[in-house]
T-cell receptor
Framework: DAGVIQSPRHEVTEMGQEVTLRCKPI?????LFWYRQTMMRGLELLIY????????DSGMPEDRFSAKMPNASFSTLKIQPSEPRDSAVYFC????????????FGQGTRLTVV | ELKVEQNPLFLSMQEGKNYTIYCNYS?????LYWYRQDPGKSLESLFV?????AVKQEGRLMASLDTKARLSTLHITAAVHDLSATYFC??????????FGQGTRLTINP
């Protein structure tokens, strides 16, 4: 299995532009998480899905952030418009639906907004 | 709201020494996870602890869980440089929401 796949690995964009991050979870996993990691705030859970349905988006910082999971093999996190304070590493993780399994992380997308 | 707190946040130690990282969490849970993150890399699962008294060992690392005290420990024995990384513990809030501690940045000096 290729693991959780995220794209792009690096993204540099100008303030005000739209940014879309992509994630392909491990096949057969039915829970998907989006995290943001910064030095100041550590690992923050933004949103998670179960069976493609958003369960908790209370971690999404503002309305500029949105996430979708149109099917079991694909999810996007969109920021529109982007701001310099959105610069961070964004991780996607997936997990099989059993209670005791751990989450597996993708390689992350390093976003820089200038 | 679940809070997960690690102690210490930074740890510098010499090779060959032993040390322990602590993870406290604020609400009842019987599942706890430890992850390792190397600089610029993703998070790698180390241990899955599923019940009170659970103990797992891998090489020089040993993790344990005390659900009554809401405490997990990650013990490092005879540290080597390759163990330098940031270590995170994580706990589920409810069935699905995985909450991480702040991380402990471990530096092992020759």
């Amino acid at each position: 299995d290729a693991g959780v796949i995220q794209s792009p690995r690096h993204e540099v964009t100008e303030m005000g532009q739209e940014v879309t991050l992509r994630c392909k979870p491990i096949s057969g996993h039915n829970s998907l998480f989006w995290y943001r990691q910064t030095m100041m705030r550590g690992l923050e859970l933004l949103i998670y899905f179960n069976n493609n349905v958003p369960i908790d988006d209370s971690g999404m910082p503002e309305d500029r952030f949105s996430a979708k999971m149109p099917n079991a093999s694909f999810s996007t996190l969109k920021i529109q418009p982007s701001e310099p304070r959105d610069s961070a590493v964004y991780f996607c993780a997936s997990r099989a639906g059993f209670m005791n399994t751990e989450a597996f992380f993708g390689q992350g997308t390093r976003l820089t907004v200038v | 709201e679940l809070k997960v707190e690690q102690n210490p946040l930074f740890l510098s130690m010499q090779e060959g020494k032993n040390y322990t990282i602590y993870c406290n969490y604020s609400t009842t849970s019987d599942r706890l996870y430890w992850y390792r993150q190397d600089p610029g890399k993703s998070l790698e699962s180390l241990f899955v602890l599923l019940s009170n008294g659970a103990v797992k060992q891998e090489g020089r690392l040993m993790a344990s869980l005390d659900t009554k005290a809401r405490l997990s420990t990650l013990h490092i024995t005879a540290a080597v440089h390759d163990l330098s990384a940031t270590y995170f513990c994580a706990v589920f809030q409810g069935a699905q929401k995985l909450v991480f501690g702040q991380g402990t940045r471990l530096t092992i000096n020759p």
